[in-house]
């Protein structure tokens, strides 16, 4: 008798061959048959009208600190994601030294605007090596987590402060190479770096002080164990782009490695250099070497408020310092402040056309409820005000918890992004899954992508996009016999409604650790998932406790 059954399915099994119809029998966590099954099995799913397809993998995320409360990396699963890349940018939850514990949470607050508060409370530090924490996180996995290690934290482990100072050392260098080794032992997947990324001091993180010679170093090590290096590139800089992607191209044929650069985005002022990229990349996988640009499916959207610093902000250090190093008693004294008022309005008024468009999204008192949907602009002309005061005003009135929508604002060109889309060079990641939680909700691009680009217009067919998230990154990423619906492979499986699925809208969730609360996406159409052979969530029951997935390295 086999354990699973999914029976009377559209069968999308990766390849990207045409669909059939078919069964897929699953017995002790493997794909066993896929084809006509009369054989009873302890449980059935019943997927007439529905696409099988294997599970979605993610190959971009910052599920690192969720995993220590959350073992589902909720609401990944919904999405019919079944396996998540934490560890990006430079950063991971591992190795560290007690001593540097603060340091790395500081990192992970700048960069990817997670809360001190969800640390302070969610976490329990019992690890320093990387062995402990992976040991640590697959205690109830109910999701594959396929981890790297950071260069970051890998540098501040052998160099302490120095490592925000300078170089290393030839025989630094030759200690981080051991310690890399023991990581990727122990179980990383690859290595992650990052060359433009800020601390919480807005200093660069560790790894943008590493030379060529310490990089090259360590991909020598990732070649002797078959792994893969990201890294986070330039991105607002064609021609720094290029130079990355020459570079990689060199990793790449010296040491035999796969890499990949993320995020590349194209808008329409950025069209002619986003091509120049994808054709740089082709002409060095003409070379033999193995460059993948990571683009996301969905549109930019950055939400914020004042007690959080938003990235938004960045280009303004007055706006962005306050929010950075104030407490929110701090930020609203200043704001009151006539003098620091006029000085930020002054330094914001360049970005007017921004402010007047921002919506206003939520607010906690029922006196502005009724001006939430309105642009600012929409909101001054009621107060005979402007978008920077009204701005200010709605903050203070609501205690910093006004919240503000910038929508839309790039990679939304259909007839762009497509293109990137189908690009054979072209992998579909950079979700930052579990990061910026109060900034905007990063999940559904697996839905944005089948619903929008597959079903909506048309841009990719439906066997195209399912492999561009299943076997591609498999293979990529080297996660062995996953991401196709074959005999002998881990049975991980996503089923969905490819009439209806899509990355459903946005709300708000209050499951952060200290009372957090975060943006997430409403999975629609995501009939059933399966991980490890086990129903891990379904649209009727809701999650599983099937406790299958695994640490992949």
Same mark, same amino acid.
């Given at each position: 008798?086999?354990?699973?059954?999914?029976?009377?399915?559209?069968?999308?099994?990766?390849?990207?061959?045409?669909?059939?119809?078919?069964?897929?029998?699953?017995?002790?966590?493997?794909?066993?048959?896929?084809?006509?099954?009369?054989?009873?099995?302890?449980?059935?799913?019943?997927?007439?009208?529905?696409?099988?397809?294997?599970?979605?993998?993610? *190959?971009?995320?910052?599920? =690192?600190? @969720?995993? #220590?409360?959350?073992?589902? /990396?909720?609401? %990944?699963?919904?999405?019919?994601?079944?396996?998540?890349?934490?560890?990006?940018?430079?950063?991971?939850?591992?190795?560290?030294?007690?001593?540097?514990?603060?340091?790395?949470?500081?990192?992970?607050?700048?960069?990817?605007?997670?809360?001190?508060?969800?640390?302070?409370?969610?976490?329990?530090?019992?690890?320093?090596?990387?062995?402990?924490?992976?040991?640590?996180?697959?205690?109830?996995?109910?999701?594959?987590?396929?981890?790297?290690?950071?260069?970051?934290?890998?540098?501040?482990?052998?160099?302490?402060?120095?490592?925000?100072?300078?170089?290393?050392?030839?025989?630094?260098?030759?200690?981080?190479?051991?310690?890399?080794?023991?990581?990727?032992?122990?179980?990383?997947?690859?290595?992650?770096?990052?060359?433009?990324?800020?601390?919480?001091?807005?200093?660069?993180? *560790?790894?943008?002080?590493? =030379?060529? @010679?310490? #990089?090259?170093?360590?991909? /020598?090590?990732? %070649?002797?164990?078959?792994?893969?290096?990201?890294?986070?590139?330039?991105?607002?800089?064609?021609?720094?782009?290029?130079?990355?992607?020459?570079?990689?191209?060199?990793?790449?044929?010296?040491?035999?490695?796969?890499?990949?650069?993320?995020?590349?985005?194209?808008?329409?002022?950025?069209?002619?250099?986003?091509?120049?990229?994808?054709?740089?990349?082709?002409?060095?996988?003409?070379?033999?070497?193995?460059?993948?640009?990571?683009?996301?499916?969905?549109?930019?959207?950055?939400?914020?408020?004042?007690?959080?610093?938003?990235?938004?902000?960045?280009?303004?250090?007055?706006?962005?310092?306050?929010?950075?190093?104030?407490?929110?008693?701090?930020?609203?004294?200043?704001?009151?402040?006539?003098?620091?008022?006029?000085?930020?309005?002054?330094?914001?008024?360049?970005?007017? *056309?921004?402010?007047?468009?921002?919506?206003?999204?939520?607010?906690?008192?029922? /006196?502005?409820?009724?001006?939430?949907?309105?642009?600012?602009?929409?909101?001054?002309?009621?107060?005979?005000?402007?978008?920077?005061?009204?701005?200010?005003?709605?903050?203070?009135?609501?205690?910093?918890?006004?919240?503000?929508?910038?929508?839309?604002?790039?990679?939304?060109?259909?007839?762009?992004?497509?293109?990137?889309?189908?690009?054979?060079?072209?992998?579909?990641?950079?979700?930052?899954?579990?990061?910026?939680?109060?900034?905007?909700?990063?999940?559904?691009?697996?839905?944005?992508?089948?619903?929008?680009?597959?079903?909506?217009?048309?841009?990719?067919?439906?066997?195209?996009?399912?492999?561009?998230?299943?076997?591609?990154?498999?293979?990529?990423?080297?996660?062995?016999?996953?991401?196709?619906?074959?005999?002998?492979?881990?049975?991980?499986?996503?089923?969905?409604?490819?009439?209806?699925?899509?990355?459903?809208?946005?709300?708000?969730?209050?499951?952060?650790?200290?009372?957090?609360?975060?943006?997430?996406?409403?999975?629609?159409?995501?009939?059933?998932?399966?991980?490890?052979?086990?129903?891990?969530?379904?649209?009727?029951?809701?999650?599983?406790?099937?406790?299958?997935?695994?640490?992949?390295?």
């Amino acid at each position: 008798m086999l354990d699973l059954v999914i029976r009377n399915g559209k069968v999308v099994d990766g390849s990207g061959l045409p669909a059939f119809n078919a069964d897929v029998g699953v017995k002790n966590g493997v794909i066993v048959k896929v084809g006509p099954i009369t054989e009873e099995a302890v449980e059935t799913i019943d997927a007439e009208g529905q696409v099988v397809a294997p599970g979605f993998i993610d *190959p971009h995320t910052h599920f =690192d600190a @969720q995993l #220590l409360w959350d073992g589902a /990396a909720k609401p %990944a699963i919904e999405h019919g994601v079944t396996t998540i890349v934490p560890g990006n940018c430079s950063l991971s939850l591992a190795p560290l030294k007690a001593e540097h514990r603060m340091k790395l949470v500081g990192m992970f607050n700048q960069i990817e605007e997670m809360p001190h508060k969800a640390f302070a409370e969610g976490v329990e530090w019992n690890w320093e090596t990387f062995e402990e924490f992976v040991q640590r996180i697959g205690r109830g996995l109910n999701i594959n987590v396929a981890p790297l290690v950071g260069h970051s934290v890998l540098r501040l482990w052998v160099m302490g402060d120095d490592s925000m100072k300078r170089i290393a050392s030839p025989s630094e260098t030759q200690s981080m190479c051991d310690l890399l080794s023991e990581c990727l032992e122990a179980g990383a997947i690859g290595l992650s770096t990052s060359f433009i990324d800020m601390d919480e001091r807005l200093q660069p993180v *560790p790894s943008r002080y590493a =030379d060529p @010679q310490e #990089l090259d170093a360590l991909c /020598a090590v990732l %070649a002797q164990h078959n792994k893969i290096l990201q890294v986070v590139h330039e991105f607002y800089d064609t021609d720094l782009t290029l130079a990355r992607v020459d570079q990689l191209a060199d990793i790449s044929l010296k040491h035999g490695i796969n890499t990949t650069l993320s995020p590349l985005f194209v808008d329409r002022n950025n069209a002619a250099g986003a091509q120049k990229i994808v054709e740089r990349v082709a002409e060095q996988t003409a070379r033999g070497a193995r460059v993948w640009p990571q683009v996301q499916t969905r549109p930019i959207d950055i939400s914020f408020n004042f007690s959080v610093p938003s990235l938004l902000f960045v280009r303004l250090p007055k706006w962005y310092a306050l929010m950075r190093f104030n407490e929110p008693d701090q930020i609203m004294a200043n704001l009151k402040d006539q003098n620091t008022r006029n000085t930020l309005i002054a330094e914001a008024q360049s970005m007017m *056309p921004l402010w007047n468009n921002l919506v206003l999204r939520q607010v906690v008192s029922e /006196a502005n409820q009724e001006l939430v949907g309105k642009t600012l602009k929409e909101i001054a002309a009621l107060r005979q005000s402007d978008a920077l005061n009204v701005m200010i005003d709605l903050s203070l009135e609501e205690s910093l918890e006004a919240h503000f929508l910038s929508a839309d604002m790039g990679h939304n060109d259909d007839a762009l992004v497509a293109p990137l889309l189908k690009h054979p060079n072209v992998m579909i990641g950079a979700s930052d899954g579990g990061a910026h939680i109060l900034s905007f909700a990063t999940y559904g691009d697996t839905g944005y992508l089948l619903g929008h680009f597959v079903r909506d217009t048309a841009h990719l067919d439906l066997e195209a996009a399912v492999k561009k998230i299943t076997a591609d990154p498999a293979n990529l990423w080297g996660m062995g016999n996953r991401g196709m619906l074959r005999e002998g492979f881990i049975a991980d499986i996503t089923v969905f409604d490819e009439s209806v699925v899509d990355r459903g809208a946005e709300y708000f969730v209050q499951d952060v650790p200290g009372d957090g609360y975060r943006y997430v996406r409403d999975a629609h159409g995501i009939h059933s998932v399966v991980i490890g052979g086990a129903l891990a969530y379904d649209k009727a029951n809701g999650y599983y406790e099937a406790h299958r997935g695994q640490v992949i390295g």
